[in-house]
């Protein structure tokens, strides 16, 4: 078991190396540039979080409550394990390339989980370090805390992510078990995924609406009139929270006991779910890789006989059915079509409760023009396009098999005008779910959406066709997981970056005309006239001269 | 030793056969190549073999340890190369080598010798202190044996060990499953290449829709006469198992 868990730690640190990420051909010198700017970005991005966590300290301690901050630190960390550490759990404990390999070495179940859950531990108990120590030390510093408290505090950070990456497990468990009866892993995978980005989203959007300043206030008040504790409203969702900020900021025997208490509980939790789920735990991950060979042998019978019109139609269907069927690709291509209208939702819920009683579409209506709500909503229909990256990774994805597309009596021209089409889709499925959630929540502005979701659709045209031409021209192939094609492409953030700044240059274009005097819906419609012209130009760039391109590229070079 | 006793496994609640009723024993000292068309059950049967997965029906028994009941002791009596050796990618060839010696306990100075021995012979010196994603697929064949011999294994098996070799590595390979067979251990393999079987092993199985059709020395599958392996195996699957 040790041993194992020395392999996949080991396996986990050398990612980190500055060469770990190097493709094959690379420069050195380009392999560390990278490594260093994503370390450089790290260093940023942690100081801001110090900042920020030094200047909530400096807040809390002049209500004289420094602890809360602790304590919200812990809650935080709770939280992120909670939701963040799920996708590294079960793809660790069931989709790992080796679940088949050490089912054949000598190591029992319940070692190999342990080692596996050992190994989420470590990483989890890493951040944990990272955003609670630098507080604690302030605290035990200014407090004049002595070692006792840095001994528990110690002991408190390496056991908070204990109770949250139980419940993951137990989770995922659960979830595997239940996928047997689907036998579709992945479905289930990128379900859930969409299902937890609505949750996260959905809470986030809730939580910020139903802080107002006046409950903010009341909460302030209380504290001044000693009549409730910052403190005791952070962490009296979470009992052991509550132990575990007694522990690190009380004193005495009673701090101590604070301290065995939150770390029997946080072990008994662990224990109890390798206890469990142990013994099992390879039968079900392995049966779990069966379930590939279970379809596929299922498919042999169901093999219909479908049959694509044209060359043209059974590309288009092999590109939507590849982004539908990775996981990896779903999840990064589909964002938009779940987290826009969750969005929608959770808002036109926060403004109607607002409203009291009047109608959402009556508020909106007396509040702004027709062209302005077709011109806002068209914005924010494209918003939606810009976040599928389907098309912005439709070359690139291909990685090795690009010289097989090059095999194919097939013209350059075809293969990514299915790409093309591919992202159009995806964009326009986005923007429909979107379209439906503001025709639901402003059925008396149904006409304006449906012009919205057009003229979006003009602009979803244009970024499709930029983003493809970006990875026709500098696509990255050589790439071995499905996240590095998409996740970490570049193509990807220049075209969605690139899109946003198309978006506000329309929109300051309109802005300028209006201001000269023109009606609000001929500045739309000039927009519109642009984007037409675009589109048909980047369109006659990518059917000759960018088609010539794509079939002369080798994987190899 | 590997006993199969009457061994089932089934896919799909019960409808597909991946292996039906497989009764077979292979002694120590015996090359024993197992071959049938794609799908028939061959990698099927080396995962009920390896524990990887477990029977509907039947005992697997190796050296007399029934796997279902000690699956830990069962599993230090073999050495398993994969079909497709495709993990740990970030690690180095010896970072790798040193887990699989740690994983099944070799002392200091047996670990030194047998993998000197083997990245010798399969001239993977220079490549071991590299990351093993930077192998090409015979490197990481050849990492995998090495790996799966670390421990002087009294049954070595293997899943289409010849694929991805050079002919030199493919020989070299199969003088060393000759090797292990005649120092009284067993080696068990599949394999689709004819050649290769007719030549090394000492027995032969052949398997379709999980079912074997046949089974013996090649002699025995010729029936006394001078017929190829070839010949004999798409006879035998052409007629039995319709």
């Avoid at chain 1, 986990?12 to 770990?20: K, N, Q, W």
């Avoid at chain 1, 528990?152 to 239940?178: C, D, E, M, N, Q």
């Avoid at chain 1, 962490?235 to 770390?263: D, H, I, K, R």
């Avoid at chain 1, 029997?264 to 392995?286: E, F, N």
Wanted: overall charge positive.
């Amino acid at each position: 078991m040790l041993a194992y868990w020395k392999l996949l730690m080991r396996d986990r640190l050398m990612a980190l190396r500055p060469g770990a990420r190097r493709r094959e051909g690379q420069a050195a010198w380009k392999a560390l540039l990278g490594w260093a700017g994503m370390a450089l970005l790290f260093v940023i991005l942690y100081g801001m979080a110090i900042v920020f966590e030094m200047l909530m300290y400096d807040q809390a301690r002049a209500m004289g409550e420094p602890q809360a901050v602790i304590a919200l630190a812990f809650l935080a960390c709770t939280l992120m394990t909670l939701i963040y550490s799920f996708f590294y759990v079960i793809s660790l404990l069931f989709f790992g390339r080796d679940c088949a390999f050490v089912g054949a070495l000598p190591i029992p179940s319940r070692g190999v989980l342990v080692a596996k859950l050992a190994t989420v531990l470590a990483g989890e108990i890493g951040l944990t370090m990272l955003v609670c120590l630098p507080l604690l030390v302030r605290y035990g510093v200014e407090m004049g805390m002595g070692a006792a408290f840095y001994v528990r505090s110690l002991l408190g950070v390496l056991l908070v992510p204990g109770i949250p990456v139980a419940i993951t497990t137990l989770l995922a468990f659960g979830l595997i078990r239940i996928s047997a009866l689907w036998k579709r892993r992945e479905g289930v995978t990128t379900v859930m995924t969409f299902v937890l980005v609505a949750a996260i989203v959905g809470a986030e959007m809730s939580i910020n609406m139903n802080m107002d300043e006046g409950e903010l206030a009341q909460a302030a008040a209380g504290l001044l009139l000693g009549s409730g504790s910052l403190t005791d409203m952070v962490v009296g969702a979470f009992p052991p929270l509550q132990w575990l900020t007694a522990a690190a900021t009380g004193s005495g025997f009673q701090a101590w006991g604070q301290a065995a208490l939150y770390a029997g509980v946080s072990i008994a939790a662990l224990a109890l779910v390798v206890a469990l789920c142990g013994g099992g735990y390879m039968r079900l991950a392995l049966r779990q890789a069966e379930i590939i060979q279970r379809v596929n042998r299922g498919a042999r019978r169901r093999a219909s006989g479908w049959r694509a019109r044209s060359p043209f139609w059974a590309l288009y269907r092999q590109e939507v059915r590849e982004v539908l069927t990775v996981p990896t690709y779903a999840t990064n291509c589909l964002t938009g079509a779940v987290m826009f209208p969750v969005l929608l939702v959770v808002a036109a819920i926060g403004i109607g409760r607002e409203a009291e009683g009047m109608a959402l579409s009556q508020v909106v209506a007396q509040l702004v023009p027709g062209s302005v709500y077709l011109a806002c909503a068209a914005g924010f229909l494209a918003l939606t396009c810009t976040m599928g990256l389907a098309v912005a990774t439709a070359v690139s994805r291909e990685g090795a098999r690009h010289d097989m597309r090059r095999i194919y009596p097939v013209t350059g021209k075809a293969q990514l005008g299915a790409k093309l089409l591919m992202g159009m889709t995806f964009n326009l499925a986005s923007a429909l779910v979107s379209a439906v959630a503001l025709w639901v929540l402003l059925p008396g502005m149904w006409l304006e959406t449906l012009g919205a979701l057009a003229v979006s659709q003009v602009f979803s045209l244009l970024w499709c066709l930029m983003s493809l031409l970006l990875d026709v021209y500098h696509p990255k192939l050589k790439w071995k997981t499905e996240t590095e094609a998409v996740k970490q492409s570049m193509n990807a953030m220049v075209s969605m970056f690139g899109g946003m700044i198309i978006i506000a240059a329309l929109v300051g274009a309109a802005a300028l005309l209006i201001l000269w005097g023109w009606p609000i819906s001929a500045a739309l419609g000039a927009d519109v006239l642009l984007l037409v012209l675009l589109d048909a130009a980047l369109w006659m760039v990518l059917s000759r001269k960018a088609s010539v391109t794509y079939c002369l590229r080798e994987y190899s070079k | 030793m590997i006993q199969f006793q009457n061994v089932t496994k089934t896919y799909a609640g019960g409808k597909v056969k991946a292996v039906d009723n497989l009764d077979l024993t292979i002694e120590e000292g015996k090359v024993f190549g197992f071959i049938g068309p794609n799908g028939a059950g061959k990698t099927t049967t080396i995962k009920l073999l390896t524990g990887i997965l477990s029977p509907d029906n039947g005992r697997v028994l190796l050296n007399g340890i029934d796997m279902a009941r000690d699956p830990i002791a069962a599993k230090r009596s073999f050495g398993y190369v994969p079909d497709a050796f495709d993990m740990y990618e970030r690690l180095t060839g010896m970072d790798y080598l040193n887990f699989m010696a740690d994983i099944y306990g070799v002392d200091a100075a047996s670990r030194k010798r047998h993998i000197d021995k083997y990245l010798a012979l399969f001239e993977l010196e220079d490549a071991a202190g590299q990351q093993i994603r930077g192998y090409s697929r015979g490197m990481k064949q050849k990492l995998a044996i090495t790996g799966a011999l670390i421990h002087e294994p009294s049954i070595w098996v293997l899943d289409e060990p010849m694929v991805g070799l050079d002919p030199q590595s493919v020989f070299m390979l199969k003088e060393e499953m000759r090797r292990h067979a005649d120092s009284g251990r067993t080696v068990f393999f599949s394999t689709h290449v004819l050649d290769v079987a007719e030549r090394l092993c000492d027995e032969i199985g052949i398997i379709k829709r999980g079912r074997l059709i046949a089974r013996g020395t090649l002699d025995e599958l010729r029936h006394g006469g001078d017929s190829s392996l070839e010949e004999v195996f798409l006879e035998l699957v052409e007629k039995k198992g319709e």
